[in-house]
């Protein structure tokens, strides 16, 4: 059992296969140029499954790839096959932005993929182009539909910013709504590295936007589980928000992140890091346990985006995460 220094237990690891992106949202990389980490400086699938291995022995439950993009990564349902043979009952999920699902949606689904998250910002074609730098809304719907014909359980992620988006709120809990999708509006983190002058828009004012159109949606008993606040509407359909300004986002955190060039990073918000690279390719793996114990020993309590201070801004690249 994965413990930290505030008795909170980790079973969850987000494995971030590359930071590449096709997109360049505003709220995550919209200024960095289309380039990439050298393939040598990362983590081979092989050495990423090693450490896996032994997360899950050690009592890891949950597995989800994130990137960047990490449908860029070739092969990628082979490494999905790899992590679900060892173990067929894992948790195995993976984010993305939904562009290259209408290629490899079938692929994923028979690899042993069980739930992807697709982000879907706007169905406003010229908003969604705005949103990621370039035009996506029609790939991405295909991406969605066919990720839902071969049978994967979609949850639809959208994270709202002012000017931009925020008045296609409403639409999106509509098509989720219709399609019998899960959708969880995000409010945005802020960071170094996103559009200067993104503002997002907080739980309060995403809450008053829904209520436009349904005024009498309740708050669903949390689920200590999930990042996300759940709400139901008058007809059963629930929505999330998740909410990292308030300090309930951390109290029940279980996650602990992998990055592609081997960095194992406690905490969403801050710079901390340490490195299993150097373990897992000589086959140390006890050693990896060991530094992964060591990172979640000195887990920070929460994040800081709930300090009441503009200036209070994360410097981590969310690309390098998976968020």
């Not at 990564?73 to 948790?91: A, S």
């Not at 931009?164 to 019998?180: A, P, S």
């Amino acid at each position: 059992m994965l413990i930290d220094g505030f008795g909170r237990k980790h079973d969850y690891l987000r494995v971030s296969v590359t930071e590449r992106c096709n997109f360049r949202c505003q709220y995550c990389m919209p200024e960095k140029p289309f380039s990439w980490v050298p393939k040598e400086n990362l983590l081979s699938y092989e050495d990423l499954f090693k450490f896996i291995k032994a997360s899950i022995d050690e009592g890891i439950k949950k597995v989800r790839i994130t990137g960047g993009e990490p449908l860029l990564r070739e092969g990628l349902d082979i490494f999905i096959k790899m992590i679900f043979d060892y173990k067929n009952d894992i948790d195995l999920a993976l984010t993305t932005n939904g562009y290259l699902l209408p290629k490899s949606a079938q692929k994923l689904k028979d690899a042993g993929l069980k739930r992807i998250n697709i982000s879907l910002d706007s169905l406003n074609p010229a908003t969604a182009a705005k949103m990621a730098q370039k035009d996506v809304l029609d790939t991405v719907l295909e991406g969605i539909q066919k990720a839902s014909d071969v049978g994967l359980k979609i949850k639809i992620n959208c994270v709202p910013v002012k000017g931009v988006n925020d008045n296609d709120i409403l639409e999106v809990l509509e098509f989720c709504k219709t399609k019998g999708y899960t959708v969880r509006f995000i409010e945005f983190m802020e960071n170094h590295h996103a559009k200067d002058g993104a503002k997002g828009l907080n739980s309060d004012e995403i809450k008053a936007i829904i209520s436009q159109k349904y005024p009498n949606f309740k708050m669903v008993p949390r689920d200590t589980s999930s990042p996300a606040q759940y709400y139901e509407l008058e007809d059963g359909f629930q929505f999330g928000i998740i909410e990292p300004h308030k300090d309930d986002f951390c109290a029940q955190c279980n996650r602990i992140r992998l990055t592609a060039e081997g960095f194992l990073i406690p905490c969403l918000y801050f710079e901390d890091a340490m490195s299993i690279k150097d373990a897992v390719q000589n086959n140390r793996i006890d050693e990896a346990v060991e530094i992964l114990k060591k990172v979640l020993a000195g887990k920070p309590e929460k994040n800081r985006w709930s300090v009441k201070d503009d200036n209070e801004v994360s410097s981590r690249a969310f690309y390098q995460t998976g968020g």
